[in-house]
């Protein structure tokens, strides 16, 4: 029996939440640039707010499956996050609940809402975007509110351009009107030039009545004789003239019926029936055309038995081009002219039936991407899920900082893949199941890493870690930094470190005497030898022992020297790997053994440049031990030759 505990309760109240602020912003997000893309349909046009409702009730219909995916990977990063910035996610680790237990109650809602969208794109989505798409284009039909402008003319009256220099927007006076009329074309065009003027609406808004005030009008004639040159007009001088305009400013809505058969108007099964139609049609259409051109003139043509054997009997081959020289020049051009004809009728032929079944394998396509985008943009909203949660548990940062930041950036990656390999597959440039797939096919194993590395704890964006590889990659150091302690517990024993840096300095003398750290190393016997350096280690962990005592110490100058001390990096000169067919097979693929060749030539070197450090420091150390008393001073010639040191 399923049991819904306190700790499932409270983790989807707080995902709820979240989840509720974050998809309606995300639906606002792209209702804006959905009316960005139509905003000269609905600006001017004096709709009424019942249109303009419609308008945006059916568009954020057929969004919401767009914003629960974003939505969703916002949320889920902002609770997850919250959970590891407030320390409950720790608390829960702490009673034993693993970052799976945590998810599984907010996985069977994102699956729900999956379903949801599902439910949305199949059932809902093609009725809404139905009536959006007619609403668009019914506003597209309408006329724009009538409002001239001052000091320009105005063309929205079919027919008429308007020109009014001035006008009084409390009586609705127009000032110096100038009105060109080219309802009968352009070289019967009307002119008409007024003192001032009005423009009225009739009541049921169909037409135009046209007050003008003190002026002229100019009207030109048709000529009897079309040669003529002088063509007739007439002027008219007028104090009140009217007249009426044809104008309709009514919003009448499109039936929505005409566009039910385009592929986002139908469900999946209506998709699937329609694509087995289109395939059908296609077919037969394809089956003619092979019929067609069996009997057309480019047809190949078909032996018979006779003429079989006549054919075998003809021992010469014939010559085409002998049989075309022999031809005087007029039966050549006309043949070249015959076959030139021929070729551009076949061509334009062909043509033409190419568009016929271009056109039906697009739609076919269009129809399998509709079909197809309603399961993968269901299954985006799990795939955002198993990115969003482990995500937000691995940065453990909640609010609107960061977490908006990263599902921004992923979902915008994601909307390019998607897009761009969509395209392909609408385009026929690649299977269509692989373009609406590909998005999909790249992010759930993203979302599996993160939640993979999640569940364990690992390391992923800890910048400290990556920083640490790449500088063992590419052979970086970091300086070392000892610094005064303002509490030493114990002091060095100066008599045991002075021995001891004697012994690290000979150990370092013999060992780059030994390896010869000046010389090109073999190639062959780099990637033949398998074997650790344990002296490099050894040296190393005895410097660093030597370090950590004299770290103590309360002397500056010691303190000051210890930093010239260099990091060894153990194992940057030796083989690839203990493994010897690893060695053997990177020496064998050529570019890579001779990087790595040039690789380990360069940290020896280094190698040797550190180990004749170490042994003037370790000289430095002790001179200055003896000189500020920390030692008994030993042979004078011992002495000079520190000084000596010390003065390089």
């Known amino acids: 029996m399923l049991r819904i505990k306190k700790l499932d309760i409270f983790i989807i109240k707080s995902f709820a939440l979240l989840f509720l602020g974050t998809f309606f912003v995300c639906l606002f997000i792209f209702m804006m640039q959905f009316l960005w893309r139509y905003v ?41 996050g919250n959970f590891g910035e407030r320390c409950e996610l720790l608390a829960m680790k702490a009673a034993g609940i693993s970052l799976i237990k945590v998810m599984r109650p907010l996985f069977f809602v994102v699956l729900f809402l999956s379903a949801l969208s599902f439910y949305f794109q199949n059932v809902i989505g093609p009725r809404a975007t139905t009536e959006l798409y007619a609403l668009i284009f019914s506003m597209k039909q309408k006329s724009p509110e009538l409002d001239i402008p001052e000091g320009v003319f105005y063309d929205e009256i079919d027919g008429y351009n308007l020109y009014v220099k001035k006008k009084n927007p409390k009586n609705g006076m127009l000032y110096n009107v100038m009105i060109y009329n080219f309802s009968d074309g352009f070289e019967n065009a009307h002119i008409i030039v007024a003192d001032s003027g009005k423009l009225e609406m009739t009541a049921d808004k169909k037409y135009l009545q046209l007050h003008l005030y003190s002026g002229e009008s100019f009207e030109n004639l048709k000529a009897q ?21 044809e104008f309709d400013a009514n919003f009448n809505a499109m039936d929505a019926s005409y566009l039910s058969n385009q592929s986002a108007a139908k469900d999946m099964r209506e998709l699937k029936h329609s694509i087995d139609s289109m395939t059908n049609y296609c077919d037969s259409i394809g089956r003619h055309y092979y019929k067609e051109a069996k009997r057309t003139s480019y047809r190949v043509p078909t032996l018979t038995s006779k003429d079989s054997l006549k054919l075998q009997e003809i021992t010469t ?140 704890d690992s390391v992923v964006f800890n910048i400290d870690a990556y920083k640490e590889f790449f500088r063992k990659l590419f052979g970086l150091r970091i300086s070392r930094h000892i610094f005064k302690k303002e509490v030493i517990i114990n002091d060095p024993d100066y008599p045991h470190t002075y021995a001891k840096l004697a012994e690290l300095g000979d150990e370092c003398e013999k060992y780059a005497a030994l390896k010869h750290f000046d010389r090109a190393p073999n190639y062959i016997r780099i990637f033949t030898n398998h074997e650790t350096d344990s002296t490099i280690h050894e040296i190393s962990e005895q410097m660093e022992s030597l370090i950590e005592e004299l770290s103590n110490s309360k002397n500056g100058r010691v303190l000051g020297t210890l930093n010239n001390f260099p990091i060894l990096i153990e194992n940057a000169h030796k083989s690839p790997s203990r493994y010897l067919w690893i060695n053997l097979l990177v020496g064998l693929i050529l570019p890579a053994g001779l990087l790595y060749y040039l690789r ?49």
């Open 40 to 80: 000269d349909e609905l600006v001017g046009k004096g709709l009424a707010m019942s249109v303009l409702a419609k308008f945006f009730f059916y568009s954020g219909i057929t969004l919401i499956p767009m914003s629960l995916p974003l939505a969703i990977l916002l949320a889920t990063l902002m609770t997850f």
């Open 317 to 456: 081959p014939i010559n085409i081009d002998s049989l075309f020289q022999v031809q005087s020049i007029s039966q050549r051009q006309k043949m070249i002219q015959g076959a030139q004809s021929r070729a551009q009728s076949i061509k334009t032929d062909l043509l033409m039936k190419s568009y016929n079944t271009s056109d039906g394998d697009k739609n076919i396509r269009r129809h399998w991407k509709d079909w197809w985008m309603k399961i993968t943009l269901s299954l985006a909203c799990i795939v955002f899920f198993f990115i969003g949660a482990p995500l937000g548990a691995i940065i453990n940062k909640g609010g609107l900082g960061m977490p908006v930041i990263i599902s921004v950036i992923l979902f915008i990656f994601y909307y390019i893949i998607d897009n761009s390999f969509t395209k392909m597959a609408r385009d026929g440039e690649i299977v269509m199941w692989v373009g609406m797939w590909t998005s999909t096919f790249v992010l759930a194993p993203f979302g599996a890493f993160l939640t993979y590395k999640a569940n364990n």
């Open 225 to 245: 004789n079309m040669r003529s040159r002088n063509v007739p007009y007439r002027r008219e001088s007028f104090r009140e003239k009217h007249s009426i305009i």
């Open 600 to 648: 380990i030539l360069r940290f020896g070197r280094r190698l040797d440049k550190d180990l004749k450090t170490i042994v003037k420091t370790g000289k430095e150390l002790r001179w200055i031990m003896e000189k500020d008393g920390l030692v008994e001073e030993k042979e004078e010639q011992n002495d000079l030759v520190y000084k000596t040191n010390d003065e390089n």
